[in-house]
């Protein structure tokens, strides 16, 4: 499974990004019909997502909350907006968020590991 199609009708790639349960997600094909959501700044651990098949994405997609499709540089950066007044997010985790969507001040990645660069290095064992 190299694409997912989302219960929006939109199709993603492991490079995009969307939301899911009101927080960014990426989508991690695996082996037949299953895949992981893992989110964008805790992926790779406790807070990934297995799904068995599509069908169940679309079974818990409505249940989770603030879900949709990839979304505009403009919406990031709106969503994170109103995220800086929220206690559950901290600065460090929004300011790596708006650099790996790309919509940080500085234009986008500062070269740290936290980003795409990182975690490929993370799983090739660099």
Known sequence: METLELPTDETVTPDDVFLFGGYPYRFVPGEG???????LYWGGGDMDIPFRDREELAFRWGDDGDASGPMTDEAWREWLAERRDDDRFDEAELDALARELGVAEDGGHDGDDNGLVGRLRDRLGR
């Open 33 to 39: 019909e299953g895949f992981t959501l893992s989110p």
